[in-house]
């Protein structure tokens, strides 16, 4: 297994452009998520997945879209990049048990 | 909402020594207690957790405890070598139901430095 997958790795966005940050698995996990974390701080959930075709809204939610259409893949899309969402992004998945796995981080910088 | 509290945020010991992670939560229906270990750019790693009918697990070098009454769950690591240094998150979720989808609420982290 590959576990959890996220692409890119790093990648800088100028203000106003917009980007989809990829997230897959490969344990046919039903649960998935998206946090962000800025340095030094823990992790904020922004979206959350149930199912393929449900998602709903994490902690902070506002400037990030989310789809769900199979159960392995799980895109976080950024309309209009502004700096604040400089950050690292993680992805990560769920087995029916709790245990939650997250994927390596996406590093976003908005200049 | 549920709330996790994480103390210290940093923690130094020298290799060999023990060191200790604390954390409380505000729920008391929470029930399932992880830590993870976070590396130098390299995303959460799972690497040990409890659930509210257990009141310690091991694992090898690393245990946690749980103290339902008080609500306080801790990570203790014993003979800490180098590779030990990292960021460690403790984390709480509510069970299923009531609106509740077994999301995560994350401590603030601790940075544990194991000097050689």
């Known amino acids: 297994n590959a576990g959890v997958t996220q692409t890119p790795k790093f990648r800088i966005l100028k203000i106003g452009q917009s980007m989809t940050l990829q997230c897959a698995q490969d344990?046919?996990?039903?649960?998935m998520y998206w946090y962000r974390q800025d340095p030094g701080m823990g992790l904020k959930l922004i979206y959350y997945?149930?199912?393929?075709?449900?998602?709903d809204k994490g902690e902070v939610p506002n400037g990030y879209n989310v789809s769900r259409s199979t159960t392995e893949d799980f895109p976080l899309r950024l309309e209009l990049a502004a700096p604040s969402q400089t950050s690292v992004y993680f992805c990560?998945?769920?087995?029916?048990?709790?245990?939650?796995?997250f994927g390596p981080g996406t590093r976003l910088t908005v200049t | 909402g549920e709330n996790v509290e994480q103390h210290p945020s940093t923690l130094s010991v020298q290799e060999g020594d023990s060191a200790v992670i604390k954390c409380t939560y505000s729920?008391?229906?929470?029930?399932?207690f992880p830590w993870y270990k976070q590396e130098l750019g390299k995303g959460p790693q799972l690497i040990i957790d409890?659930?509210?009918?257990?009141g310690e697990k091991k694992d090898q070098r690393i245990a946690v405890t749980l103290n339902k009454t008080a609500k306080h769950f801790s990570l203790h690591i014993t003979e800490t070598q180098p590779e030990d240094s990292a960021v460690y998150f403790c984390?709480?979720?509510?069970?299923?139901?009531?609106?509740?989808?077994?999301?995560?609420?994350f401590g603030q982290g601790t940075t544990l430095q194991v000097k050689p």
């Open positions: 409890i659930r509210s009918n257990v």
């Open positions: 990560a998945s769920r087995t029916t048990l709790y245990e939650q796995y």
């Open positions: 729920d008391s229906a929470s029930n399932y």
């Open positions: 344990m046919n996990h039903n649960y």
């Open positions: 997945s149930v199912g393929a075709g449900i998602t």
């Open positions: 984390a709480a979720t509510l069970p299923h139901g009531s609106g509740n989808t077994g999301k995560l609420i």
